[in-house]
């Protein structure tokens, strides 16, 4: 990935991959241009220019946004109980207003399914652990658990708007109690029990949840892992709560006072779907939290219902034959999202288990016993298995996989090679999908578009729907140039809220502070005029040498290719007598050192792949990289140890992974301060 400006005059670079003619006729969004042209007055394809058929489109989806959300919700034929007076009845952001007057329900969409009696004994879930065997649920099994758990959710006194909470790893019990809250219209809210206590509370306290779903422990990386004692702090920190549900994953009887699981399941009960407004609150997610308590972001039933039907069906192309795989946790949006893929009538699996346990083929192994057709992971993964030097598709039956999908960070260009490589050792024809967006929205700006082609280190293109431009500090759009990444106009899965933000102050301040009315996610981003996206990093952490912007993940690409670098952390100071100290830290691989020749071979290797601007003042051996606890580089509180501010002032240590790493940046602060 480079930063350099693209040139509109430089010819078009060769695609890693082009999607066949079968793929583009068979795709849905193909489908859907074509009905729309027909129906809602979007501009008619182009024969056989896939590329500007879908720019076309996606024009048109954002000039004519409530006639295409319209459009949305008729293709995938939107059950609205009572019908909506308008679609947009305010665009001003933030408060833009979708669909007043309409009344839903988000999981009676999920559970749509189990009414086709050709699909009721059809898997809805796969459940694998690190024993590797996937247990099935079926349409039916999942429709009636969950509708006697929504059932005993009313007879706990739950109603809707209260919050349910999930202490719950990646099961078929958490889809299942996500799903009740939703039928009944309360709201659900999830952490992972590797999360310590302090973590849960700061999230949890927020919301004041009244029912506490929990396990007993996890299993992860060959071990048990006991969080009784957790679950027990949990209890005594949320006074709100009515009742406490235990799922005895390690077999242990249910503390007491808590309720069995099993005993609000077995009912063979059909749900009742509380009918709720379009803005309704579904659920809460909660941002990394680095720099203070998380923000509680609130997102609505109508909202995420629509962004996750055009999602999982016009962009990852999935169906009722899909199994769809991606490696999250349920701290992390991506677990929402694959919960997304029972909207459009996919199978989804779900993984409970380290990603490289018994080996770093964990995750290919999982995608090859549950047959996986669309599989996402992290940019991370993908690169740790090319260091490895995994044949993945060689050495496992991976032929029913189509799509390898990743969110997380920037995949290098080493990585599209990487799976286009290893995928074309089986003649496999691999759609590389990498795609990025953020809890604030649980969902993608720009990414997956079947029908295009895929250019190595950048996303196919913006989302349908998303006006996203890459923005000067002016506010001018720029093409072809780094620029902010923003959403000029709404779209209905931004939150409706925060928790706990009654005049809005903080949700303002998170978005719409830079440029008034228009949404700054705070990532740099290049619009190529192809309409192809690179993402180069935080905006917030970004290099800034000269008054040249330049993306962390770029030097991350260059530096993690070297086979003695683990991992890497780059930071841009500004010092106080005006100058700028850009220092990279380096964690090595077992048995390198830090001499001069390998720093010398860093700079070299950055001077030539990048630029001499990207060479850093400095090469420091690290312990390690401090991460959020869904796994992401943490950048901005780094700068702040060590630009002197204290470690209290400067990280929510209960939002990282590994509190003693910071203690080191604030030695090195420290020992530059002397």
């Excluded at 999602?311 to 694959?338: A, E, I, K, V």
């Excluded at 992971?377 to 029913?400: E, F, I, Q, W």
């Excluded at 990532?523 to 040498?545: K, P």
């Amino acid at each position: 990935m480079t930063t350099a400006p693209h040139s509109a005059a430089q010819p078009t670079p060769e695609p890693l991959w082009q999607p066949g003619p079968d793929r583009i006729a068979g795709a849905q969004v193909t489908r859907f241009h074509a009905w729309a042209a027909t129906h809602h007055g979007a501009p008619a394809p182009t024969p056989g220019d896939p590329a500007a058929s879908y720019a076309a489109l996606h024009r048109w989806s954002v000039d004519q946004l409530p006639t295409f959300w319209g459009a949305v919700a008729q293709w995938f034929d939107v059950r609205f109980a009572t019908p909506y007076d308008t679609v947009l009845a305010d665009r001003t952001m933030p408060g833009a207003r979708w669909f007043p007057g309409a009344t839903l329900n988000y999981a009676e969409h999920a559970l749509r399914a189990a009414e086709d009696p050709a699909r009721a004994d059809t898997p809805a879930l796969l459940h694998v652990d690190e024993r590797q065997q996937p247990t099935p649920l079926t349409w039916a099994e999942l429709r009636t658990q969950v509708g006697s758990l929504a059932a005993a959710l009313r007879r706990l006194g739950v109603r809707p708007g209260d919050r349910v909470s999930g202490y719950l790893p990646n099961i078929p019990e958490a889809v299942v109690a996500l799903l009740a809250t939703a039928a009944v219209g309360a709201v659900w809210t999830s952490c992972a029990p590797d999360f310590g206590a302090r973590s849960v509370l700061d999230r949890f306290q927020q919301v004041e949840p009244v029912v506490l779903f929990t396990v007993d422990g996890y299993r992860y990386g060959g071990k048990e892992h006991d969080r009784r004692d957790t679950v027990a702090e949990l209890r005594a920190e949320l006074p709100t709560l009515r009742a406490v549900v235990h799922v005895p994953l390690l077999g242990t009887p249910a503390p007491e006072g808590a309720l069995n699981w099993s005993e609000l399941t077995s009912d063979d009960t059909q749900p009742a779907f509380e009918q709720v407004p379009f803005d309704h609150p579904l659920w809460v997610l909660y941002s990394s939290g680095t720099t203070g308590l998380p923000k509680a972001i609130v997102q609505s039933q109508g909202g995420i219902l629509l962004e996750h039907l055009k999602q999982t069906g016009l962009h990852c192309d999935l169906g009722p034959d899909d199994r769809f795989f991606w490696y999250t946790s349920t701290g992390w949006m991506m677990w929402n999202f694959l919960v997304g893929g029972l909207l459009a009538g996919s199978t989804i699996v779900l993984y409970d288990g380290s990603p490289g346990h018994p080996d770093v083929g964990a995750q290919w192994q999982v995608a090859a016993a549950t047959r996986a057709t669309v599989f996402g992971t992290s940019a991370a993964y993908v690169m740790a298995c090319r260091k490895a030097g995994l044949h993945p598709a060689r050495d496992l039956d991976l032929s029913t996989v189509t799509c390898v999908a990743t969110t997380g960070s920037p995949l290098p260009p080493d990585g599209f090679r990487w799976l286009h490589d290893t995928f074309a050792e089986t003649d496999t024809d691999l759609w590389t999908a990498s795609v990025s967006g953020g809890t604030d929205v649980c969902s993608c700006f720009a990414g997956a578009v079947p029908t295009l082609p895929v250019h190595i280190g950048e996303l196919q293109a913006a989302c349908l729907g998303t006006d996203l431009q890459a923005w000067d500090p002016q506010g001018k759009p720029v093409t072809d140039e780094v620029g902010e990444l923003v959403v000029t106009k709404p779209m209905p899965s931004m939150p409706t809220r925060f928790w706990n933000d009654p005049d809005g102050t903080r949700y303002h301040d998170s978005y719409f502070d830079m440029y008034p009315g228009v949404w700054r996610h705070g990532d740099w981003i290049t619009l190529t005029s192809r309409g192809s996206v690179i993402i180069h990093g935080r905006s917030d952490s970004t290099l800034n040498r000269q008054g040249v912007r330049m993306g962390s993940a770029d030097i991350y690409e260059v530096v993690e290719r070297l086979p003695e670098i683990r991992e890497s952390l780059v930071i841009g100071l500004e010092l106080p007598d005006g100058g700028y100290w850009m220092p990279l830290f380096v964690h090595l691989a077992p048995g390198r050192t830090l001499d001069d020749a390998l720093r010398d071979r860093i700079k070299r290797t950055i001077r030539e792949q990048l630029s001499p601007r990207h060479v850093p003042d400095e090469i420091i051996e690290a312990p390690g990289v401090p991460h959020t606890l869904t796994g992401k580089r943490i950048e901005v509180p780094v700068k702040r140890l060590l630009a002197g501010t204290p470690l209290e002032k400067a990280v929510n240590p209960g939002s990282v992974d590994d509190l003693e790493l910071l203690r080191f940046y604030e030695r090195i602060a420290a020992d530059r301060a002397t």
